[in-house]
């Protein structure tokens, strides 16, 4: 500074502002661009403005200009003004739309061509819905603070906040320039906010009531009134934060510089000691009761008298939690409760931190503490029910730890005393608050690259008649009947075409199995997706089917785990006089459901997934056995969470079983098999292996059944008293025979297990005699030992059926539970 320059004369920096000539403090413009480098030397403190500003810090629009969404205020020309921030929310708005009309158009049309059991938790308006809500929150929540922390961040990362909270607020008076037509001011942001919702409100009330009228069906009512309800919770959520906000700034008063005169923070029109303020205060507080106290009230209200219901196993068929699904949904059934904390979490972390100090670092601090305690709850509860909502509600909280970790770096000035670049702190906030957004970017684009891969893989395509599953064969029956019928069409009918192989080794496999491998695409066109292998085995129908529908039956290569978790049938929603057939067919009808989880090659996640198997005579043939099953989507059975921390990722099931049937050959007691399998594993690469994993499935399957017919020839063997047969005391069948039940080979004394648990353990035999025979099992990776004991029982003259064997496996397996 030059000696002898006056105060009055000192120039200022650009972006800055002073309250009179004489003021040593200074202050930054809410738009930089609003005050550019003037020397004030008169009385006229306008002049440190740019043209169409005026009052402190330059924040007043002169009359016909219009803020844009960055705080600058711009001209209202003779003609209709349109900012480009308004042109873009409004493309995107639509672009949203339409895309989202779109998915869900083309959703129906995929569930037209391909069935899903009950209601799939991972549907695409669920997983979008949950998505967004956790989005906006973060958003509003963010967007919020430069006004109610009182803090000026990089102008890079301002502008991006002030353009993302127009959107994410619903500020439709700034983003439509309507202080070109009319005299706004922040009463007019509040009257608009806090009314409008309460008039949509009541035009859904209206609608509600004036449809239900017209309407003659009692189920068409209901379901009006369902959605008007539903409707009206995801209108409060949006403008439950963005509105209490709002009504909080009323109270949220400071000074300028020197100037005593306190005025609003968002509007330095307004004085906040005149009488208009007083009314409009007023107002605010009779607001407070109507939304931050309102509405988690209300939730309250509905989320705690159904709180039973939200947690019994059959809410998702509940006609009559529907209503309120939008409140309980995307959660787990013990977190029925979540969407009140998070009410509280959404107000506590925006407008309730203007009462705390504002503007001071104490104030940040709070907010950091509020948001650990917010991760630490998210990380301990995992309230969503998809792992990857639980993940992104995670990443957005740490994105606002770290935002107000770095408005606190600011507060205390470390920035300026580190000479931190304004640029590169900016594009890091940036970063830090876009984490969550690049997350469902990048969970949305393997959608595209799944659709490029499946585009590149190899089509198969037919004319025949029967196609994939559809609505039609939602009831069980018919989907049996339709399960039947693809198993006995021609390939004309169904559109199955041979399998050709090239190679010696598989030739030979062919003419050895006299097996016929089959494959199509169920739609008519694109990749293959479905296989069909027919082979005869020489074994009885009921024999082979017992083997089958054994739980602990260990024909599935790569299986993990395996086992039953329901047999009863859930009566779906129907009439009184469905449901009352429904349970007359329970006697007939031999239903389980079964979780199974299969080793996938490295570097591929493991696969799992939930069938519903039926397991009953043919309908169509007389002395054929069906066992078929589908996928089944239900989170009380074993949630999609719950496979995620085994590791695996859950596969979908369209199809797959058996169709057994007596063998018209001259070979006795003979079965003649069709096995069936359309299984989608949500691989990125699935269209382009699905040849190769085809043919080796069938492959598996019938080198897996037709080693009945080897055990047959073993048992023969070693009933007509074999040397190596040591113990007739089991049941009539050697202690060899058994081993060979449960993946067992003698090798001199020392046995080695098969690969029924991903695993390669070791056997040994430590003796044998009247008492049975002792086994320890020695895990590979780590000193674990089992013991299983082969009790002798009475000899029977019957051969003993393969499931039996797989019973002892069972015993060795609760005995490797239980140590």
């Not at 999609?640 to 169709?659: E, Q, T």
């Not at 089991?730 to 004394?749: C, Q, T, V």
């Amino acid at each position: 500074v030059e000696r002898g320059i006056k105060l009055a004369t000192l120039p200022l920096r650009p972006s800055y502002w002073r309250s009179g000539i004489d003021s040593k403090k200074v202050e930054l413009c809410y738009s930089r661009d609003a005050c550019p480098q003037k020397n004030v030397t008169d009385g006229d403190l306008s002049s440190q403005c740019l043209d169409g500003h005026h009052g402190p810090i330059c924040n007043i629009c002169e009359p016909d200009y219009a803020k844009n969404l960055m705080g600058v205020c711009e001209t209202c020309e003779s003609k209709v003004n349109i900012p480009i921030e308004t042109v873009v929310t409004f493309c995107t708005v639509v672009v949203s739309t339409l895309l989202f009309a779109y998915m869900l158009r083309r959703q129906k049309k995929k569930r037209d061509k391909q069935r899903k059991t009950m209601k799939i938790k991972s549907n695409f308006t669920r997983a979008a819905r949950t998505k967004f809500k956790i989005l906006a929150s973060f958003v509003q929540i963010v967007s919020s603070y430069e006004n109610v922390l009182d803090i000026r961040f990089p102008p890079m990362y301002e502008d991006f906040s002030r353009f993302i909270s127009s959107i994410a607020n619903l500020n439709a008076l700034q983003l439509g320039s309507v202080d070109c037509f009319v005299s706004t001011s922040f009463y007019t942001k509040l009257l608009f906010s806090t009314l409008i919702p309460l008039i949509m409100c009541l035009c859904i009330y209206m609608y509600m009531v004036i449809a239900k009228c017209c309407s003659k069906s009692q189920a068409r009512k209901r379901v009006i009134q369902n959605n008007c309800v539903e409707l009206y919770f995801g209108l409060s959520f949006l403008v439950f934060a963005s509105v209490s906000t709002t009504i909080f700034d009323t109270f949220n008063c400071k000074t300028f510089g020197d100037d005593p005169t306190r005025y609003l923070a968002l509007d330095q029109s307004i004085d906040c000691d005149g009488s208009k303020h007083s009314f409009f205060t007023m107002y605010a507080i009779f607001m407070v009761l109507v939304y931050p106290v309102g509405i988690p009230l209300l939730y309250s209200y509905f989320l705690v008298s159904n709180r039973h219901q939200i947690q019994a196993k059959n809410r998702a068929t509940n006609e009559s939690l529907i209503k309120i699904s939008f409140l309980w949904e995307m959660y787990e059934p013990g977190m029925w409760w979540f969407e009140i904390f998070e009410c509280g979490r959404r107000l506590a972390m925006s407008g309730l931190l203007i009462f705390f100090s504002s503007g001071s670092p104490s104030q940040i601090v709070v907010g950091m503490m509020l948001s650990l305690g917010a991760i630490v709850i998210y990380v301990h509860c995992k309230p969503f029910l998809e792992s990857d909502d639980d993940l992104l509600a995670v990443v957005s909280q740490l994105s606002i730890f770290f935002t107000l970790f770095g408005a606190l770096l600011i507060r205390v000035q470390v920035d300026d005393r580190d000479g931190y670049d304004q640029a590169i702190f900016g594009v890091i906030l940036i970063a830090v608050n876009s984490a969550g957004i690049v997350l469902v970017l990048s969970s949305i684009a393997i959608k595209p690259l799944q659709l490029l891969i499946r585009a590149m893989a190899n089509h198969h395509r037919h004319e025949g008649t029967i196609n994939g599953l559809t609505d039609e064969h939602d009831r069980n029956s018919s989907f049996i009947k339709y399960f039947e019928k693809l198993a006995m069409s021609t390939q004309h009918e169904s559109g199955f075409t041979d399998i050709l192989f090239d190679g010696p080794e598989w030739s030979t496999w062919l003419i050895k199995t006299k097996a016929k491998m089959e494959w199509r695409n169920s739609d008519g066109y694109g990749p293959i997706n479905e296989g069909r292998v027919s082979f005869t085995i020489k074994r009885p129908v009921q024999y082979v089917k017992d083997y089958i529908v054994n739980p602990e039956c260990e024909i599935r290569g790569g299986v993990l785990d395996h086992f039953v978790i329901s047999t009863e049938t859930p009566l779906r929603e129907m009439s009184p006089k469905e449901r009352l057939k429904a349970m007359a067919m329970r006697s007939r009808e031999n239903r389980r459901v079964i979780y199974t989880g299969r080793e996938v090659p490295f570097p591929l996640t493991n696969r799992d997934y939930l069938v519903e198997q039926f397991s009953h005579s043919s309908s169509v043939m007389s002395g054929a056995e069906v066992v078929v099953g589908r996928s089944i989507y239900e989170e009380s059975l074993f949630s999609l969470k719950k496979s995620a921390a085994r590791g695996f990722r859950r596969a979908d099931v369209h199809i797959k079983g058996y169709f057994l049937t007596p063998s018209p050959s001259k070979m006795n007691n003979s079965t003649d098999v069709v096995f069936i399998a359309g299984v989608n594993g949500n691989m990125l690469f699935g269209a382009l292996v699905a040849e190769k994993v085809a043919r080796t499935g069938l492959r598996k399957v019938v080198d897996e059944l037709q080693h009945l017919d080897h055990g047959e020839r073993n048992e023969a063997k070693d009933n007509a008293g074999s040397k190596k047969s040591w113990g007739k005391g089991f049941k009539g069948i050697s202690f060899n025979r058994a081993a060979s039940g449960m993946g067992l080979a003698d090798k001199d004394s020392m046995l080695e297990m098969q690969d029924l648990q991903a695993i390669e353990p070791t056997v040994a035999l430590e003796g044998r005699g009247q008492r049975g025979a002792v086994v320890r099992r020695t895990h590979k990776y780590s000193s674990l030992h089992l013991r299983l004991r082969l009790l002798p029982v009475r000899s029977s003259p019957s051969p003993i059926p393969t499931p039996f064997l797989h019973q002892t496996t069972k015993m060795w397996k609760a005995s490797a539970i239980a140590n």
